[in-house]
Structures are given as structure tokens and as C-alpha cells.
RNA sequence: GGGCCCGUAGCUCAACGGUAGAGCGGGGGACUCUUAAUCCCUAGGUUCAGAGUUCGAAUCUCUGCGGGCUCACCA
């Protein structure tokens, strides 16, 4: 704005303003209970001197040049030079107070529609000088309002003792811009958007609601309901609102949650293993959404991320909630010990098909195999891909802790355990299970 | 003290006058290379409370309670 007082585009609307000071004075008086001194003008002068603006004083408006004063303690945060004189104001040589300004603008430039936050909303607030200046100074409407909430993060304050606020900064290295603009999208504007992106799934969600809408976009089902402006949603929430929207939608974009897992497994070629699962490579724009959730990803896992999303290898000892498996899964661990220390596989693609041919041999769904391997290595029941898991750990330490979990026995009331029903059509395993089991305790 | 917004299933929200819904989570099930994936089933919430308007209210009005934000000047 402060360029266009240079131009002379503004001189009318300060002309008007200094004739009707009175008016402006009154106005302030009725709307926002502000009382102007006697003789106060609605001007701030640039001090042809010093340059500041808010240190000068003017009076005496003649219908050509107005007296003015640069004084040193009229402001507490800056002194003024202590020149004074009198000066034709236009041309730049001054500026209109905040609220003129903004009413003025609204002239200047035929605006129709001005949504503004609830801050200058607020009854007697800027916005209500504002319009009540536009119709009584510049004799105009003043232009539509609509006024909009607020972001919240969480009912915190900037910055936490722990360093990790939600300043916008911080808030934006971890939410992509087009993530970020459907956070504004989606509500309604007159709706606090209450954003806490601290132990939550917040962020993951954000994402999801992003794939949901641009899956809708791309024209697949989609579940759950979809809003009532979905596709306008998904078109704004884009960085090129004119973007080809139907490309935009059919990119592949792998799941938040899901990369996660895949940047918590060392040694991952994480987008070798996104295009395996898109089914061909990968093109030059889906690199970058990739390349940018990945950042995205890495930043929320490191500041943000709750306990239960970040996996970690229990290397302390075996985990308490072995306690729960089944017997099958014993045996079937102690199996699988044994493959593995006999024919060690060299990558994730052969310790996967292991899992699978050890499961098949022992009669054991995939699906409980998998179970009793992340119960033993990470002390939950589900994790990533268990295969590049196990090919990322020390041969040794796996070896010695399938053994563990598969020996470790609930044991309440002294029966060893080794009931035989756990047997069945599955040759390897059993007694050399129930050794270990002994030897185990 | 004034203003605005919100209070609906564990969580995030949708329905904005016409039989309370979704996603996620939770619970159950399926799946021999998908394994926090995918698919199926399931949860039963006095819609903060009270009064009013209406044939009918989560939805409109009023009051109360609770939560949040905001309000000199300057820009």
C-alpha cells in the first residue's frame, strides 16, 4: 500500500479525509469510544527529516498544507526529530491513518467483497471504523463482509518449553502446502479450525483426507461421505488452482501412515518400494509428492509422531506381550529359528518367502506367522513388512530371539507345556521346540 | 465487561426443520507372499441442560452451563 501514495492515487481520498475530520473525529467518538484531541487530524505525516511517521503531529488543515510537529514523546517506542513546519500532504508525503487507509482502499479499488478476521470483526473493531468511515467520509457502502476464524494448534501457546510449538514455520516444514490449504478448505469459515498436530494422528489425517478427495477427483470410489463441494475442495486445496485437475487426481500418492512404516525400516529403498507397489515407475511429478512426504513424514515422526506410530526394535529383552502367543506360534517360531540359522536369506525378498514357506510347512495362516514376529521383535501385533524388518537386524540377534519367543511359556501352574497339540502336520518344530522351551527357562 | 465461534458415537467432524451419519480408532472375521495393505461384519450416541415455536428440532428462539478465541493504539 505505502507504494501507492507515491503515485497521487490516494491525494483524493486525503483531501476528503482532512475536510471531514470532524466527522472522522466524531466517528471514532460513536463507534469505538476513541476521543481525539481538539483539532486532530486524520494524517500521519512523514517527517520530511527523520522519515517516521508515527512520531509526527499535525494540525491546521488550510484546504492546502497542514502544520506539523516530528515530536520526540508523543510515541513511547521511537523519538521524534523535533522538526516542524508546514507541508502539502499528498503526493506521499503522508499517510492515512489504518482504518482511512482501509476504507479508502475499498473506493480506490471498487472492492465488493472483503472478508476480514474476527479480530477486526469484533464490535467497535477496526472493521466497524471502517465501513462506518467508508459511508460517512467516502460516501460509500462498504464492501460485503464475511468474517473468519481462527487456526488453533492445539490450545498451545507459539513456543513450548520443549521446542516444539506450532510456530507457522514449523507447522509448514511438516504440512505440504496442498495439505495445508485443505486444512483451510475444509471447514467453514466461520469455524475455528482446531489443529493439534502434537502425539496425534492429526497430520496422517490431513493426508488421508487429501488422497480421499483427490481418489473422489480421479473419479474412484471412495469411502465414507464425501462433502458437498468435494471436487471444488480438492481444486483450491491445489497449489495451481488451474491445474489439469484430472492429471492432479490420478498421481499416485502412497499413504502417509503407510510410507512412515517404510522410513522407520533401515536400509529401505523407499521409492523402489513405492513403485513396486504403484506397479511401474514412478513419473517425475510423483517423485516430488513422494520426495515431499517423505520430508513430511520424517518431520512428523521426529517432533510430532505419537508413541504407537513409531516402531522400535525391543532389544532390551524379549517383549512382556510374548506372553500372549499361541502355542502354534511357538512352535512355528522355533521353526522358523531353525530355518534361518540354517539357510540365512541374504535380502528382505528371501526372509519374506521364508516366513511364507515355513508358515505353509507348519500348517500356520501367514497372517499368525506375521503376528508371533512382530509380537517377538516389536511387543506389538502388526508392523511393516516383516521380511525387510528381520534382513535389516543382525543374523544372530534374530536367531536368538526367535528361540527366545518361541520357548517363552505363560507356565501358571507348573505344566511344561509341551501338550503335542501344537504338532500337528507340521514335522518341524515340535520337540525341538520343546527343548528349546526347556532350555529357555 | 462487549463481540464471535463451538459443545453430535473414544477421536475428528457431517447432517442445518422431516426416521441421527462418515472417516479413523475399538471389537470380530477373511486372506499361502497384501501384512499398520485389502476386503467383510460390528459399535447402538438422553445430538451439553432446561424452556419455547412447530404436525415434527441436533437443526429456529430464549435462558443457563461448559470450552475457545477476540476487543486501546499502531499496521
Known sequence: MSEIYPTGQMDPFIRTALDRAEIVRDLYRRVSKVERPEGWLPISIVCPACGRVGTTLARDWDGATVAFECLPNYVTWAAGCGTAGRITPFGGAAKLPWNLEWAAQWSLLGVTIEPCGKDLATAGGSRDRSDALAREVFDREPPRNLAYEFLNIGGRKMSTSKGRGAAAHEIVEVVPPEQLRLLFLRPRPNQAIEFDPDGTDAIPRIFDEFDRLAGAA?????????????????????????????????????????????????????????????????????????????????????????????????????????????????????????????????????????????????????????????????GRTNGPRAGWLLASLEQTFVVERLRAAAGWRHHPDGEPGGTGNSGGPGKPGGPDTHDTAEAAR
Open 218 to 378: 480421479a473419479g474412484a470410489e471412495v469411502k465414507g461421505e464425501l462433502p458437498a463441494d468435494a471436487d471444488r475442495i480438492f481444486r483450491y486445496a491445489l497449489l495451481d488452482s488451474a491445474a489439469d485437475v484430472a492429471a492432479e487426481a490420478g498421481r499416485y500418492r502412497p499413504a502417509f501412515s503407510h510410507l512412515a512404516l517404510l522410513a522407520q525400516i533401515p536400509g529401505t529403498d523407499v521409492a523402489a518400494r513405492v513403485a513396486a507397489e504403484k506397479g511401474s515407475a514412478l513419473t517425475d511429478e510423483e517423485r516430488a509428492i513422494l520426495g515431499l512426504r517423505l520430508a513430511a513424514v520424517r518431520g512428523w515422526l521426529d517432533a510430532y509422531a505419537p508413541e504407537r506410530a513409531r516402531i522400535e526394535i525391543q532389544r532390551d529383552g524379549l517383549p512382556a506381550e510374548a506372553a500372549a502367543l499361541g502355542e502354534d506360534q511357538r512352535a512355528w517360531l522355533g521353526a522358523f529359528a531353525r530355518a534361518a540359522e540354517a539357510g540365512p536369506p541374504s535380502s528382505g525378498d528371501g526372509w519374506q518367502a521364508l516366513i511364507f514357506e515355513v508358515a505353509s510347512a507348519a500348517a500356520l495362516p501367514a497372517g499368525r506367522a506375521f503376528g508371533a514376529l512382530y509380537v517377538a521383535f516389536l
